[in-house]
């Protein structure tokens, strides 16, 4: 594990209050919300709008939950969500970063009734995931699963691959399955922002590839979207009147059901 160099899973546990973060992921998650003032905001909202996604699959009967970059423990993680209203629910982790491997005690604690399980794999690999005993373990794939794919699609930059990541999974889940994923956009942003992305992704210090609507909604072909559809994820079934705005965010949100 490469302490010195910023990674995803500790940046975002940074921007969102947490401890476990090295130095190079604050030099990171500083220089990113010195462009963009409101990244801990967006971060925030983002974990929110996963939270609400979990809480409307959970009352729409689904059991079963495949995690693909979960990110480092927070106090509200997919499976707590889950089996608070639906104790025996199961929930498959899946991260590519080790810390998040050595902190994976605290996101396989569940109910007695249900099952919760981690996998350190890659999201390019959707093979190495499907092919996991532990998958197989914890879900059953006749059933419907939600394919949680939050905030992890834009870490994938080509198109191609990572729409045919995001159909090869959902090829092996039944009808009834769902879709939840999150994407940053500069669909909202002025120029000036837009540039400044675009001078660092290109240098290396951002790793996060924004999508526009069209993009991000074809990861959402033959599925039915739940309503409001791609919406900023504040603004996706919000549970408060008062939100930061769509331009804040910057980062599209929505869920799709298999039919
Ligand atoms: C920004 S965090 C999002 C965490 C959580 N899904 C959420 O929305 O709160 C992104 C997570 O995706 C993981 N990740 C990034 N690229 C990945 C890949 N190719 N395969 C698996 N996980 C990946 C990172 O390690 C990190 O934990």
Do not use: C
């Not at 009967?61 to 693909?68: E, I, K, T, Y």
């Not at 982790?93 to 005690?105: A, E, F, G, K, Q």
């Not at 072909?221 to 408060?240: F, H, K, N, Q, T």
């Amino acid at each position: 594990m490469d302490t010195s160099v910023a990674h995803p899973a500790r940046r975002y546990n940074y921007w969102l209050g947490g401890k476990d973060h090295f130095a190079a992921d604050r030099e990171s998650g500083d220089l990113l919300a010195e462009a963009f003032p409101t990244a801990r905001v967006a971060a925030l909202e983002n974990r929110d709008f996963l939270r609400r996604g979990v809480r409307f699959l959970a009352e729409s009967g689904v059991r079963q939950f495949l995690d693909v970059g979960t990110g480092l423990p927070v106090p509200d993680n997919t499976h707590e969500i889950a089996q608070r209203m639906a104790p025996e629910s199961r929930v498959l982790y899946v991260d590519n970063d080790p810390i998040v491997m050595t902190h994976s005690r605290a996101l396989t604690i569940g109910t007695p009734q249900g099952r919760t399980g981690y996998v350190e794999a890659d999201l390019r690999e959707p093979e190495v995931i499907l092919a996991h005993p532990e998958l197989r373990a914890v879900l059953d794939l006749r059933e419907p699963v939600a394919l949680l794919l939050v905030a992890v699609l834009h870490f994938i930059h080509d198109d191609k691959q990572a729409l045919a990541v995001v159909s090869r999974l959902l090829d092996s889940l039944p009808s009834g399955s769902y879709l939840v994923a999150s994407n940053l956009t500069l669909d909202y942003a002025p120029p000036a922002q837009v540039a400044m992305h675009e001078e660092l992704l290109a240098s290396g210090k951002t790793d996060a590839r924004a999508r526009d609507k069209s993009e991000f909604g074809r990861f959402f072909d033959g599925l039915e979207l739940v309503e409001p559809g791609i919406v900023a994820v504040s603004d996706w079934r919000p549970d408060r009147e008062e939100r930061p705005t769509a331009q804040d965010v910057a980062i599209y949100g929505a869920v799709g059901r298999k039919p």
